[in-house]
């Protein structure tokens, strides 16, 4: 399977059910370790992570220059206004900076759906042509929550390559035979995030501040009953999902706040092999899915 690391809790709290706050800087480094040497190299990232940037970057200078070659980064900004069209390849170059690094993977736009006005799509897609012409950039593309968006988006924005979408057991709408044909006619690489659902999906006890929202107790019960069906635990059903989903996701950007989360990660997906096979169709509806843009404490990612 095709891993990205995502790194919203180096800088920050990120997760419905982190407890453990930001992780330390030893912790960040035995991540980063255990992942490279796992064979991975993608990390996932963006401006709005306190210091990810920082620490990322000082973790490259302690390892071998091989392994900084190696690197590729995928990172997201924010458009708030034209001025940051006007200064987007000035801000990708000062990331590449930050990162200590001569270029990134990819850039996606953090909050597309803000940029409607026709000029400043024209803008911005003239932005993504030149960064990838000088070298700085490999891909550009969008972040998006729901399909309709990266259709709405794409014929005003057609420099898109990739994207980063939600996909898990809850949420198959990216799956969907319809958004993958338009994706593999058009080159557009998928990376999907949210496979743990900011860690929803591997967590014992919903926690109390979602006990509110009856759609979400409905569905983690469904999800429960699933699990004992189907004698999984919480990580062996979503690593099962992710790894039978391989073939229409090209990465799966997945966050941990502690090294034993990545390792048991890691362990689990080891253990997977061709014939594990569940079927997941019962959470197929593609209305049914949880979104966390609800949790209105919650941060985007």
Same mark, same amino acid.
């Given at each position: 399977?095709?891993?990205?690391?995502?790194?919203?809790?180096?800088?920050?709290?990120?997760?419905?059910?982190?407890?453990?706050?930001?992780?330390?800087?030893?912790?960040?480094?035995?991540?980063?370790?255990?992942?490279?040497?796992?064979?991975?190299?993608?990390?996932?990232?963006?401006?709005?992570?306190?210091?990810?940037?920082?620490?990322?970057?000082?973790?490259?200078?302690?390892?071998?220059?091989?392994?900084?070659?190696?690197?590729?980064?995928?990172?997201?900004?924010?458009?708030?206004?034209?001025?940051?069209?006007?200064?987007?390849?000035?801000?990708?170059?000062?990331?590449?900076?930050?990162?200590?690094?001569?270029?990134?993977?990819?850039?996606?736009?953090?909050?597309?759906?803000?940029?409607?006005?026709?000029?400043?799509?024209?803008?911005?897609?003239?932005?993504?042509?030149?960064?990838?012409?000088?070298?700085?950039?490999?891909?550009?593309?969008?972040?998006?929550?729901?399909?309709?968006?990266?259709?709405?988006?794409?014929?005003?924005?057609?420099?898109?390559?990739?994207?980063?979408?939600?996909?898990?057991?809850?949420?198959?709408?990216?799956?969907?035979?319809?958004?993958?044909?338009?994706?593999?006619?058009?080159?557009?690489?998928?990376?999907?995030?949210?496979?743990?659902?900011? +860690?929803?999906? %591997?967590?014992?006890?919903?926690? !109390?501040?979602? $006990?509110?929202? @009856?759609? &979400?107790?409905?569905?983690?019960? =469904?999800?429960?009953?699933?699990?004992?069906?189907?004698?999984?635990?919480?990580?062996?059903?979503?690593?099962?999902?992710?790894?039978?989903?391989?073939?229409?996701?090209?990465?799966?950007?997945? +966050?941990?706040? %502690?090294?034993?989360?990545?390792? !048991?990660?890691? $362990?689990?997906? @080891?253990? &997977?092999?061709?014939?594990?096979? =569940?079927?997941?169709?019962?959470?197929?509806?593609?209305?049914?899915?949880?979104?966390?843009?609800?949790?209105?404490?919650?941060?985007?990612?």
């Amino acid at each position: 399977m095709h891993l990205s690391l995502g790194t919203a809790q180096f800088g920050s709290v990120y997760g419905i059910t982190n407890t453990y706050g930001i992780p330390s800087e030893y912790d960040v480094y035995r991540m980063l370790d255990m992942f490279f040497e796992a064979g991975h190299s993608f990390l996932d990232t963006a401006q709005e992570y306190g210091d990810a940037h920082k620490k990322i970057s000082k973790w490259y200078q302690k390892n071998s220059l091989i392994l900084k070659s190696q690197a590729n980064i995928t990172t997201k900004l924010y458009i708030k206004n034209k001025s940051d069209i006007n200064l987007f390849k000035y801000n990708i170059e000062r990331i590449c900076e930050e990162l200590g690094l001569g270029n990134l993977y990819g850039i996606l736009i953090h909050n597309p759906a803000s940029v409607v006005d026709a000029d400043d799509c024209y803008r911005l897609n003239e932005q993504f042509k030149i960064l990838k012409g000088s070298g700085v950039v490999k891909k550009t593309g969008v972040s998006v929550y729901t399909p309709q968006e990266l259709l709405n988006l794409y014929d005003k924005i057609p420099e898109i390559d990739f994207i980063q979408c939600p996909a898990n057991i809850l949420d198959h709408r990216f799956l969907q035979p319809e958004i993958q044909n338009f994706c593999v006619q058009r080159n557009i690489e998928i990376h999907a995030r949210s496979l743990f659902l900011q +860690g929803l999906l %591997l967590s014992a006890k919903t926690p !109390e501040k979602l $006990l509110i929202n @009856n759609d &979400i107790i409905n569905a983690i019960d =469904v999800y429960k009953r699933f699990l004992k069906k189907n004698h999984l635990t919480t990580i062996e059903a979503c690593c099962l999902f992710a790894y039978q989903n391989k073939d229409k996701i090209a990465r799966w950007v997945v +966050g941990f706040n %502690l090294p034993g989360e990545l390792e !048991e990660f890691m $362990l689990q997906i @080891n253990k &997977i092999t061709g014939q594990s096979k =569940v079927s997941f169709d019962e959470f197929a509806n593609k209305n049914s899915y949880v979104d966390p843009r609800t949790w209105s404490y919650v941060s985007i990612c």
